[in-house]
């Protein structure tokens, strides 16, 4: 995932005024763990936990986890 995803997922959160912590917490997820995978200070959000995020907060993986360009090119693959 890219550093402008991971912007895309703060700033969504910023703008729901849904903290870090909570996040943590719905997925259960320790939130310093959280934050620093949010800020990408150590590692990325596995698939399972990119699941559990877009879950509890109702948002599209294709929106904020994937490469779009990427995600519709294995569309079309699969589909062509």
């Known amino acids: 995932m890219s550093k402008q995803r991971y912007k895309e997922l703060r700033l969504l959160l910023e703008r729901e005024g849904i903290r870090h912590k909570e996040v943590a917490d719905m997925i259960g997820m320790n939130p310093a763990r959280f934050s620093q995978k949010i800020n990408r200070n ?9 699941s559990a995020i877009c879950d509890a907060l109702d ?4 929106e904020y986890f994937f490469n ?13």
């Open 42 to 50: 150590k590692s990325n959000f596995t698939i399972d936990e990119a």
């Open 59 to 62: 948002i599209s993986m294709d």
């Open 68 to 80: 779009k360009n990427v995600s519709k090119m294995k569309r079309k693959l699969k589909n062509g």
